[in-house]
Nanobody
Framework: QVQLVESGGRMVQAGDSLRLSCAASGRTSAMAWFRQVPGKEREFVAAITWIGGNTPYADSVKGRFTVSRDNAKNTMYLQMNSLKPEDTAIYYC?????????????????????WGQGTQVTVSS
């Protein structure tokens, strides 16, 4: 019953910064960002929980991306800095509305109940 809407994707140059947003229609216990390039499998990017402050990141984005959320707005953000052409992909928002989600399972896409339609991020060299 939770609807997710991503926004903020656009074309930028390498080294630039961009912030993505994912607005949920209701409270979520955990939210995550995944990305996918045509011809490749979906890749975990980052996740964040309502309680606990767990924010795992994919190794490829550590130190460059920061995930955060505003619980009052039911919105998750992904601040992307020092963007690289390799970051080009469709970024999807995922959420688990209720229930427990172990820390080690946060990067697992099948654990999430809802998905957004995605927002395109293109980084030119």
């Amino acid at each position: 019953q939770v609807q997710l809407v991503e926004s903020g994707g656009r074309m930028v140059q390498a080294g630039d910064s961009l912030r993505l947003s994912c607005a949920a229609s209701g409270r979520t216990s955990a939210m995550a960002w995944f990305r996918q390039v045509p011809g490749k499998e979906r890749e975990f990017v980052a996740a964040i929980t309502w309680i606990g402050g767990n924010t795992p990141y994919a190794d490829s984005v550590k130190g460059r991306f920061t995930v955060s959320r505003d619980n009052a707005k039911n919105t998750m953000y992904l601040q992307m800095n020092s963007l690289k052409p390799e970051d080009t992909a469709i970024y999807y928002c995922a959420a688990k509305s209720r229930g427990l989600l172990l820390r080690d399972l946060l990067p697992v896409g099948t654990q999430y109940d809802y998905w957004g339609q995605g927002t395109q991020v293109t980084v030119s060299s």
